[in-house]
Nanobody, 128 residues
Framework: QVQLVESGGGLVQPGGSLRLSCLAS????????MSWLRQGPGKDPEWLAI????????AYADAVKGRFTISRDNDKETLYLQMNNLKPEDTAQYYC?????????????????????RGQGTQVTVSS
């Protein structure tokens, strides 16, 4: 049984930081690219970042480039998203997900349909 379990969300003030984690089980984690997406209230899903199997390749959406960092620990089967300088517009449910397919060097998809596994999400709220 495949499980992706996100954690680390919460309430943070603008300018603050959070580190999200996604613990994977039941899938060959180290053999697959992984992504983070988010969905704000009343908004469509938004792709944020993707990381290659070894972590040597990463790509980011313009909205988070320079503020967010995706990383992974294959030994711990865990995906991370370090989020710095958070803004109120970053408020959303954050998901880790495994893409169905990847075009090397290209950003990921914002459609949940393009991911074969996705966690239940963790809520991030940025507010003063």
């Amino acid at each position: 049984q495949v499980q992706l379990v996100e954690s680390g969300g919460g309430l943070v003030q603008p300018g603050g930081s959070l580190r999200l984690s996604c613990l994977a089980s039941g899938l060959p984690f180290s053999q697959k690219y992984m992504s983070w997406l988010r969905q704000g209230p009343g908004k469509d899903p938004e792709w944020l970042a993707i990381i290659s199997t070894t972590g040597t390749f990463t790509a980011y959406a313009d909205a988070v480039k320079g503020r967010f960092t995706i990383s992974r620990d294959n030994d711990k089967e865990t995906l991370y998203l370090q989020m710095n300088n958070l803004k109120p517009e970053d408020t959303a449910q954050y998901y880790c997900a495994r893409p169905k397919s990847v075009i090397p060097g290209m950003p990921g998809s914002s459609s949940f349909d393009q991911y074969d596994f996705r966690g239940q999400g963790t809520q991030v709220t940025v507010s003063s």
